[in-house]
């Protein structure tokens, strides 16, 4: 019997194309970060001297910690706001201009990051802040925010209202039964929203390039600033160690949400 | 919030703790209104409703049977009225407070639960003991036979097992009043059947109040012993079964309960005890005296197709139906064959179309009628209704 579910050879063919060009890139990197030569360009056989070199450099470990610990802040306060936000919208009573506001919450998303990284720099200078690790953590909440609200809200809308009425049928107070049931339930895109928050900020250059002061460059800064000088395969290592960062929360994310699927409802949208 | 109503604590202690002899008097809603934006969900619903009854809201969809049900759940709050459970005013309590519980008609089972904890969810907010309320849990699973399926999560379970599960989860808290919500809406029709006979017998059983929201006439006329029916937020009429289907209270009413023929007045004239009203699509129809005068509005003739006889016309008359009775002659037009019954479409000579359901009493067909086999149709006044357009 012929399986139904094989594939053709152009879908072979047009999947492999399709990974090729998003992967081949980094693939390259990946593999570059191996090269011993000191030519980014030139192979010249397998080594783990740049990662060495990472290691011992400790401008760059900075850089690397400043960018850890901002994404790790500002996820978790992004995730808070985030979640509370799209909770109001979703199940607070009707009020006038919740359109608006909810309209309001999504623009960041689609606003060019010059503008957001400018006028909060603008701010920051108006305020007098000292510009550093809280400015850029700020900075970052009110990017990611946005794309938490979205992510918690869409699954809150899927969830059945009468689950919260029973809940307080079954003697629950309106806090009690979203801490109970709603909580619970949301969870999957709490998490999802919050390791969208994480590489999000992880990632970002041009908001944090405003809104950092001296001395506390994020490792995207960092290694621009570096490259700017010239590619040193340095580089190439701190990058495969970023990927590598990444493919492992996002791999831990996926499994969280196939998880709590498997509880019950469908994954959370990730 | 709770501070802005004192004594909604000591209302549901007080009614909670009470336990209610069958017939006592429960639940009064009095004067109920409820308006979202223009439209008058509710519009001034009175209801008495005594302990132990099973009482059926029914009517078709919008007519606001839902909205009053959620009110008495706290879900929504009336904008006029009362509602005394027990003699205390429960209208603006919220739904923790009452001793009321709810099946939604989703069932709402929290899907991160098992069913054991489902059912132990209202268990545990009323801080029962943990030894209480795995008693309770295993009586409530053998109550309602899910014995086994204890530890399966909502999504494991068959459309049958989730509505004993949400069942279980509603009387485990063994409220004064249990509300169901269009309870058997989502089952197919065979469960469905098994499932009232089971409903009631729980019912029974525990001598509980129930009020159950449907717009299945054939659930509310099995199920319930008292039936309110709605229309347009308001009480047409509260009957019992067979009160509500012999002595509709208007057209409306006849029609949406059951299978009915209609036939509009067009003239009134009295003899004696008994009323000729005179229709257009069927001649002159003898009937009995109303029980209520109704004035000067337009009146109909209703008869139950089941009530309608069928004989053969022939040179000689079958015996069985005398003088006084109503007579019409036609012609059968349609014949619809139900298992146990089958319904004929007479075209009647003076001009109407009358149905008649005939019990198959026979499993051979001697008795049917053929297409365009000229009959008579006879019924007695007693089985006519009189009723205001």
């Known amino acids: ?270 | 919030m709770t501070d802005e109503l004192p004594g909604t604590d000591a209302i549901a202690e007080a009614v909670g703790e009470r336990q209610f002899a069958a017939g006592e008097p429960l639940l009064r809603i009095d004067g109920v209104a409820k308006t979202f934006g223009t439209f008058r969900a509710v519009d001034g619903v009175s209801l008495d409703i005594k302990a132990g009854e099973f009482f059926a809201l029914l009517g078709p969809s919008g007519c606001g049977k839902t909205t009053l049900l959620r009110m008495l759940a706290g879900f929504e709050a009336p904008d006029q009225g009362r509602i005394l459970l027990g003699g205390k005013d429960i209208a603006q309590a919220l739904p923790h407070e009452r001793p009321i519980n709810m099946m939604f008609q989703n069932y709402a089972l929290f899907p991160h639960l098992s069913v054991r904890d489902n059912i132990a969810f209202g268990l545990k907010r009323a801080g029962m003991a943990r030894a209480d309320i795995a008693t309770r849990v295993a009586e409530m699973v053998a109550l309602v036979k899910l014995d086994g399926l204890e530890k399966r999560k909502p999504d494991q379970l068959s459309g049958g097992q989730r509505q004993r599960v949400a069942l279980a989860r509603a009387l485990a808290r063994r409220p004064q009043l249990l509300l169901l919500d269009e309870p058997l809406a989502a089952l197919d029709k065979k469960l469905r059947e098994s499932t009232q006979g089971e409903l009631m017998e729980l019912q029974r059983r525990l001598g509980m109040t129930f009020i159950i929201v449907t717009h299945d006439q054939e659930e509310a006329m099995t199920m319930a012993s008292r039936i309110g029916v709605m229309r347009d937020g308001k009480l047409a009429q509260v009957a019992s079964p067979r009160g509500l289907y012999e002595a509709p209270r208007s057209r409306w009413i006849a029609e949406f309960v059951g299978d009915v023929n209609l036939f509009d007045a067009e003239s009134k004239l009295r003899d004696g005890h008994r009323l000729v009203i005179g229709t257009r699509d069927a001649g002159p129809l003898v009937v009995a005296e109303p029980r209520e005068p109704f004035g000067e509005v337009r009146l109909s003739v209703a008869i139950r197709p089941e009530k309608v006889k069928l004989s053969r016309r022939g040179p000689v008359r079958e015996a069985g139906h005398g003088t006084a009775i109503n007579q019409l002659d036609g012609v059968i037009a349609d014949i619809c064959y139900l298992g146990g019954t089958t319904t004929y479409k007479v075209k009647l000579d003076a001009g109407g179309m009358l149905q008649a359901s005939v019990a198959n009493s026979a499993r051979l067909d001697v008795d049917a009628y053929s297409l365009n086999q000229p009959v008579v149709a006879w019924f007695t006044p007693d089985d006519c209704v009189v009723l205001p357009s």
């Not at chain 1, 909060?120 to 938490?148: P, S, Y």
């Open chain 1, 1 to 270: 019997m012929r399986k139904v579910s094989r594939l053709s050879r152009f879908n072979v063919a047009s999947l492999a194309l399709g990974l090729a060009f998003l992967y081949l890139p980094i693939l390259i990197l990946v593999i570059y970060s191996f090269n011993a030569s000191r030519l980014v360009t030139v192979w010249g056989g397998w080594s783990l001297r740049w990662y060495h070199e990472f290691f011992n450099d400790r401008a760059m470990i900075e850089a690397a910690w400043m960018s850890l610990r901002v994404a790790v802040s500002s996820a978790t306060i992004a995730t808070l706001i985030g979640t509370l936000a799209a909770v109001a919208l979703s199940r607070g009573e009707r009020f006038r201009g919740r359109t608006l506001f909810s309209g309001m919450l999504y623009a960041p998303l689609v606003m060019p990051e010059v503008i957001t990284g400018l006028s909060l720099l603008l701010l920051f200078v108006a305020l007098n802040a000292e510009r550093g690790f809280w400015t850029v953590t700020i900075a970052h909440t009110t990017l990611t925010m946005c794309f938490v609200a979205v992510v918690v809200q869409s699954r809150l809308g899927s969830l059945d209202r009468s689950l919260e009425e029973a809940a307080m049928d079954l003697g629950c107070d309106p806090m009690r039964a979203f801490v109970a049931v709603t909580l619970p339930l949301i969870a999957p895109a709490i998490v999802a929203g919050w390791m969208l928050a994480f590489t999000l900020s992880l990632d970002d250059l041009v908001i944090a390039s405003f809104t950092t002061g001296p001395g506390s460059a994020t490792l995207p800064i960092r290694i621009y600033s570096e490259v700017r000088l010239g590619v040193k395969p340095e580089i190439n290592a701190i990058c495969t160690l970023v990927i590598a960062l990444i493919a492992v929360v996002i791999v831990i994310a996926s499994l969280a949400s196939k998880l709590s699927s498997s509880q019950g409802e469908s994954a959370a949208p990730l």
